[in-house]
């Protein structure tokens, strides 16, 4: 058993001997306590804790003198030189890079035009590219062919921009072009008086029968003299004559049939089958249009007209004449190709 240490200085050994068989006191040290929730740090802990990193001035552009990626240089400068002299309000956003989506110069998009600026609700991120090809579409054909039906267009509903996924959203397609902030989705369009126009419900598929037209029945014919025939219904046989037209109900058949095709989301027609037919409670009220507002075949007109002038300016416009998925929207898009462009 260790020999107790002395507690006081009247206590301590005296001779060698006894001295030997004490052992020695160890002093105290100064070790670090770890940090809990009733003590503090020690200032020593605090002075060796690594320093947070720095902001990398290439990004948040910090540092004006600092080393630049040439290929976000370079989209600047194109940026610049296309959107300059444009009456485009915008603003520069730091580059874009998630994986394969992204752009290195996008803009969010404000307003197009002026006397009136059209504003983006809610504005758009957009490249551009785009942003140069939109504000030509509004003042070569958006802006004339509502002037030309006494209005203005003072808004368009923005129904999305950049957006990092696969076209329609699945897992199995390529990446969007809205991946890449190279599209712009369009679902209505505002005009001064208020009156909103929007695409769903308003586009013109063509002639829209409230029935299906059947080819008139033929005249009879000449060469043929059917009195030497005995009569029907005695057991031999005859010719039964048809004294009357057929009634509306004999079209149902043809008409639900129609029906199926317009709004089958999985085959497209060769014609341009409506997404609904037109029912009698459908067609467009009695009475004047208010003043600055558009009735529905100038809607109509409106709306076919700009999709065809889009058509030429645009790589790809799809609108609801391509597919289900784009039955409510107007998809413009700049995704250049070798030798064709879309436009349905």
């Excluded at 509004?138 to 923005?158: C, Y």
Aim: charged share 20%; aromatic share 6%.
């Amino acid at each position: 058993m260790p020999a107790e240490v002395p507690s006081t200085a009247a206590d301590a050994p005296t001779t060698p001997a006894e001295a030997s068989a004490i052992p020695a006191q160890v002093p105290a040290t100064t070790a670090e306590v770890p940090a809990t929730e009733d003590n503090d740090v020690p200032a020593a802990a605090e002075a060796t804790l690594a320093p947070p990193p720095l902001s990398n001035p290439v990004r948040d552009g910090s540092d004006p003198s600092a080393a630049k990626n040439p290929k976000i240089i370079a989209a600047l400068e194109q940026c610049t030189e296309l959107l300059d002299g444009l009456d485009l309000e915008y603003l520069h956003i730091k580059p874009i890079r998630r994986g394969a989506c992204g752009t290195y110069a996008p803009i969010k998009l404000k307003s197009i035009g002026k006397n009136p600026a059209v504003a983006v609700s809610p504005p758009a991120i957009v490249n551009c590219t785009v942003a140069a090809t939109l504000h030509k579409w509004f003042k070569t054909s958006v802006k004339p062919t509502a002037e030309a039906l006494g209005t203005q267009v003072v808004k368009i509903k923005n129904a999305a921009s950049y957006m990092c996924r696969n076209q329609y959203g699945r897992s199995d397609t390529k990446l969007s072009e809205h991946a890449r902030a190279n599209a712009l989705d369009i679902k209505a369009f505002v005009l001064a008086s208020g009156q909103t126009v929007p695409i769903l419900g308003n586009w013109p598929y063509g002639y829209r029968p409230k029935r299906p037209h059947l080819a008139d029945m033929p005249p009879p014919n000449p060469l043929r003299d059917h009195s030497s025939l005995p009569p029907a219904g005695n057991g031999t046989p005859g010719i039964k004559m048809l004294n009357k037209m057929p009634k509306d109900d004999q079209f149902s058949y043809e008409l639900e049939e129609l029906r199926k095709v317009a709004t089958n989301p999985f085959f497209k027609p060769l014609f341009a089958a409506p997404v609904e037919l037109i029912d009698p409670e459908d067609e467009e009220p009695e009475g004047p249009v208010p003043a600055g507002n558009l009735s529905r075949a100038e809607a109509k007109s409106f709306l076919k007209t700009i999709h065809g002038d889009a058509c030429k300016i645009f790589w790809t416009v799809l609108g609801p004449e391509a597919n289900a998925a784009h039955r409510d929207h107007f998809h413009l898009d700049m995704r250049k190709r070798r030798y064709v462009r879309i436009c349905q």
